[in-house]
């Protein structure tokens, strides 16, 4: 059972452009919220979070926002570059010894 | 930030081999490792959370006796699957989580195991 999910697997934007990407989850005990970017056979690596007490946060051209009454979140890219290109999966953290649960992702293309 | 090594990268092995993957926190101290899987353009499932002196904690589904886990200090868990075979195949990636940190975990490299 997904308690988090990415209804969207892939995303194509142009470079210079806003990428968007969604996400979704079901309990509304998560606390905290992270974006985590992965490359072909590499481990995830952080990119920015977001605690349940606040609505946006912002860290150069990323900017997650969080909407707990919808239960709803999203990474804002801006501007996109190709570099960007990569799994970007939404990740929440339960409340038990810090787990992570995972959604499926969303495979980032940024194209010239 | 943090490092989180992770090896071998890739292992090739025949079935019915064990395989030991190590992840290893580098510059910070780890009261709890991650264990995860991840099958073709799947997400990661967690496999087990392991504590550093205790028993791993294994999430439903997944065979303790086939994965062996192993956390004998603050930096060091280690991965075993035992008896390996081909449907063991599979990414299988740790993380670490900083205690000094409470938020973030980072992420090992991955290891691709493949059981021929």
């Known amino acids: 059972d997904q308690q988090v999910k990415q209804n969207s697997p892939s995303l194509s934007v142009q470079e210079g452009r806003i990428s968007i990407l969604n996400c979704d989850y079901t309990?509304?005990?998560?606390?905290?919220f992270l974006w985590y970017k992965k490359y072909p056979a590499e481990g995830p690596t952080f990119l920015i979070s977001?605690?349940?007490?606040?609505d946006k946060n912002e860290d150069g051209r990323f900017t997650v926002f969080l909407n707990k009454s919808a239960k709803h979140l999203s990474l804002h890219i801006v501007p996109s570059q190709p570099g960007d290109s990569a799994v970007y999966f939404c990740?929440?953290?339960?409340?038990?010894?810090?787990?992570?649960?995972f959604g499926r992702g969303t495979q980032l293309t940024v194209w010239p | 930030g943090a490092v989180v090594s992770q090896h071998p990268s890739r292992v090739i092995c025949k079935s019915g081999t064990s395989v030991k993957i190590e992840c290893r926190s580098l510059?910070?101290?780890?009261?709890?490792m991650f264990w995860y899987r991840q099958f073709p353009k799947q997400s990661l499932m967690l496999m087990a959370t392991?504590?550093?002196?205790?028993?791993?904690?294994?999430e439903q589904g997944v065979e303790k006796d086939k994965f062996l886990i192993n956390h004998a200090s603050l930096t060091l868990s280690t991965l075993t699957v035992t008896s390996a075979h081909p449907e063991d195949s599979s990414f299988y990636i740790c993380?670490?989580?900083?205690?000094?940190?409470?938020?973030?975990?980072?992420f090992g490299q991955g290891t691709r195991l493949t059981v021929v």
């Open positions: 993380s670490a989580r900083d205690i000094l940190r409470n938020t973030e975990a980072f």
């Open positions: 309990n509304s005990m998560f606390d905290y």
């Open positions: 977001i605690s349940s007490i606040k």
């Open positions: 990740v929440v953290r339960g409340s038990t010894l810090g787990r992570l649960y």
């Open positions: 510059d910070f101290q780890a009261t709890t």
């Open positions: 392991s504590n550093e002196g205790s028993k791993a904690t294994y």
